[in-house]
């Protein structure tokens, strides 16, 4: 579709992150498979992931979360040249205060926002998941650093440490059932039990 290679482009032009291809591959199958009704998105950016999911479950909505008003704006054009308008509820402001006050339950919530936050945001994100409802997480890797034993510039290492502690949680927490895929930049799949 034009509009979303146009997007892809910019992103890429201008350095904000999008979810890489066989990331979004599996993000679509997942949708087309399991046809969340709600879906929570933490890190809007121009709108390209959260498109895809619903280009790809007609019957989702979509809450999605961005704290830069450019790409809030930038989002809101994507949706609005796409025809999803009718069918996103787009939020300017940091993702934590603004999940701390959701009330409403998801099927699906994709986390990809600030790396360093998925650990501060896990437990309040698994309260707004209804039962069966999944977590992805996108790059979890961060670029192989979570992953490698090398040592890690001081600027990233909180980034890393907090990775490597949501990891941990999400393996070791028995009211979910997770895996960490090699796609991407690394994707964690959680299903809350």
């Known amino acids: 579709m034009e509009i979303l290679e146009q997007i892809k482009k910019y992103a890429n032009k201008n350095h904000i992150p999008i979810i890489k291809d066989d990331g979004c591959d599996f993000l679509i199958n997942f ?40 790409n809030y704006n930038i989002a809101k054009k994507t949706y609005k040249n796409l025809n999803l308008s009718n069918r996103v509820n787009q939020i300017l402001g940091d993702a934590k205060e603004v999940i701390e006050k959701l009330n409403k339950k998801f099927d699906l919530i994709f986390l990809d926002g600030p790396k360093g936050q998925y650990i501060n945001y896990y437990q309040n994100l ?27 510039k001081h600027k990233l290492r909180s980034m890393v440490v907090n990775l490597r502690k949501f990891i941990k949680t999400i393996q070791n927490d028995s009211d979910v059932d997770a895996k960490i895929l090699d796609k991407g930049d690394g994707i964690a799949v959680i299903r809350k039990k």
Do not use: R
């Open 126 to 152: 698994k309260t707004l998941l209804n039962k069966n409802g999944y977590i992805i997480a996108d790059n979890i890797y961060f670029h192989g650093l979570v992953k490698g034993p090398e040592f890690v």
């Open 31 to 70: 949708c087309k498979k399991n046809k969340p009704i709600n879906i929570l998105e933490i890190g809007t950016a121009v709108g390209y992931s959260g498109a895809m999911m619903l280009l790809n479950s007609p019957q989702s909505t979509l809450t999605t979360i961005e704290i830069n008003i450019d």
